[in-house]
Structure formats: structure tokens, C-alpha cells
């Protein structure tokens, strides 16, 4: 083998071996981080007063039975994605970003 040939050989082998141990490296930092997301149960909250006070005063009966279902339907997609969904009467103190917005109606 000539010189060329083992240098080359050598930058692939440094190369190889320093991908595979930043992985390692990579990968024993993320395992506790990872392991602790997997036991904290995500939580949202919807606002049921704000939801009664954006429907129109003029609403139909069939209107606010449809602005109900869609906040049922709404709570029921986070809860089946495996979110806790709470009203915000039970909410004590929380980020506004774990508030579900209502969309303008």
C-alpha cells in the first residue's frame, strides 16, 4: 500500500469512529431528558367562559349546539392524542400557551 492509500484509509477509519462516538456521545445525553418527557402527561386548558362569551347573543339554539360539539370534539381529539384537558375553572395559575385559543366566530 502506498502512502496516499494508508492516509486516505486512515481519515475514513478517524472519520468513522468520530461519527459513531458522537452518536454515542449524543445519544447517553438525550437518554435522561427522554425518559423524563415520557412521564410528564401533557395538559391543556380550555376556557369554557370565554367559549359562552364568544357565541353571538343572536345565536340559534343549533348554533351554540354546534359551538359546543366542536369544543367537545376539540377537547376529545387532545384527550385521544394522550393530553390531560382541563376547563379553567380548575386552573389555579398556568402559562397562557397551555390555553387553548378559540377561534373567532
Known amino acids: 500500500m502506498d502512502v496516499k492509500s494508508q492516509w486516505l484509509s486512515g481519515v475514513l477509519i478517524a472519520a468513522s469512529l468520530g461519527t459513531v ?3 454515542f456521545a449524543a445519544h ?3 437518554q435522561q ?3 423524563r418527557l415520557n412521564l410528564v402527561t ?3 386548558v380550555l ?3 370565554k367559549l359562552i362569551q364568544a ?3 343572536n345565536a ?3 348554533q351554540m349546539a354546534k359551538i359546543v360539539d366542536d369544543w ?3 377537547a376529545k381529539k387532545l384527550s385521544d392524542a394522550g393530553y390531560l384537558v382541563i376547563d379553567s375553572t380548575a386552573v389555579v395559575a398556568a402559562p397562557s400557551d397551555l390555553y387553548i385559543q378559540t377561534q373567532g366566530r
Open 21 to 23: 462516538g458522537g452518536w
Open 28 to 30: 447517553q445525553q438525550l
Open 33 to 35: 431528558p427522554i425518559a
Open 42 to 44: 401533557p395538559v391543556f
Open 47 to 49: 376556557d369554557r367562559a
Open 55 to 57: 357565541i353571538p347573543p
Open 60 to 62: 340559534t339554539q343549533e
Open 72 to 74: 367537545q370534539g376539540q
